[in-house]
């Protein structure tokens, strides 16, 4: 296994893109913060299916952390990444430093309203700002053919699909199902907080939102679905829960009080201890 | 004299981008309002200085206008602009439906802060917005290697070449010196709007600009020499000033009360009768 190539300048990015374009490759972005684990590869490995060469990024986006948020303590192993990813078969390691992505002086700001709005965007007031404006930073640097964003991250890729659009970005948008420990917790670089006991908690998040969906399916009504979800939330152990709500799979329209009558999805975010965790799914 | 290409589809456009960029050509972009004068008309001589292939954008972007501004007013005259368009050089004229730059569910908004804060952005709240979108969606749908912008818009030229900065788009922003009529009064296509009285009061603004640069020139301080430039635009004839202000000519930072001791701009907005007329002019 040869060492993956890593890459901090923009100059030097762009003169190896250059070469792989010259030769009519295909070229897919993974963005990642790092901390990969089996999620993050499986979106590598969904890459090299849609594409020639797979450029993997890992940038610990400041702006997309609130002042009270992780952005200090959020887990950072490059040298461990960098070996993970190229075991994955991707071709290049994107890992620009923070103030070559935010010079002095940086002033402009990318924002997509509706979408961006509920949810993580209540509880996060500044969160997909940061998301958007990182987003199209990497597309505008590297401007690959097809990008890969995982589900797990459910509003966020909407958030995404939605700004390629509306900027006319030409790169095709990928997403990723989530992949999931044994009791359905999906993999998340956050987990590496949780002790054993918050560990046991943290599985009950997707037990909930999958008896949701069942519920949803069978044709209980959204409210009454919803409450019962919370008060097993509730119950479950974990220290708060910021939302659990059945929303439109495209637009997050909150949807009527009755049977769900189109493609839905269950979002939701708890705490576990200090650890903050989101999950969704399909109904 | 060969009619000249009118592409609307973005598909169009991009096929025939393409086709150039495969050729190694390098393309210029100049975007435009219509309405063209010999103002435009040197942007596009420029560009063709500057490039291989020279694209003219003619849209009118309704979100750079307030709602009290004169987007339905703005002269519009496409099958002129396409033949002054030809005769000076110009390869292919990209002119796209409003529904096709925004379409239903539009919702992302690219903003500068700084820069686009005082003047312009003072007077008119969403202008520079507007702008910056408009910009970054032409810059991504066209991807110039150079695009032409007029120093008549200053600001709107520093607030460009921020987002082009902060962005990081691949591309050279040119700025291109103002074409003026043999009073000074700078080329507009506003300047449509004027009757032959307000047309003789308009050459007053660039007479007003020059004496207050000479004066700076002497050592003149900032202070006075702003009070007695408002004085003269009072007296002048114009039914009321937006502003006139001495700035840093990079950031648009205000100066110290005394004699410039740093490249500057003298920014001014005036209206006569109900037309709004901007000028500029270096330090």
Known sequence: MSPLPIVRALDDLRRGLAVWRAEGLRIALVPTMGALHEGHLSLVRLARQKADRVVASIFVNPTQFAPSEDFQAYPRDEAHDAKLLAET???LLYAPPT????PEGFATAVTVAGVSAPL?????????GGVATVVAKLLIRIAPDVAVFGEKDYQQLLVVRRLVRDLDFPVE??????V??????ALSSRNAYLSESERAVAGRLNTALRSTAEALLRGDPVDAVEAR?????DKAGFSAVDYLEVRDAESL???GPGPVDRPARVLAAVRVGKTRLIDNWAV
Chains 1, 2 share one sequence.
């Open 89 to 91: 078969g991707c071709d």
């Open 99 to 102: 103030d070559d992505v935010y």
């Open 120 to 128: 993580e965007g209540a509880s996060r007031p500044q969160h997909f």
């Open 173 to 178: 948008i990928v997403g990723a199902p989530t």
């Open 180 to 185: 999931r420990a044994g009791d359905g917790l």
């Open 229 to 233: 979800a919370l008060a097993c939330l």
């Open 253 to 255: 329209a909150r949807l």
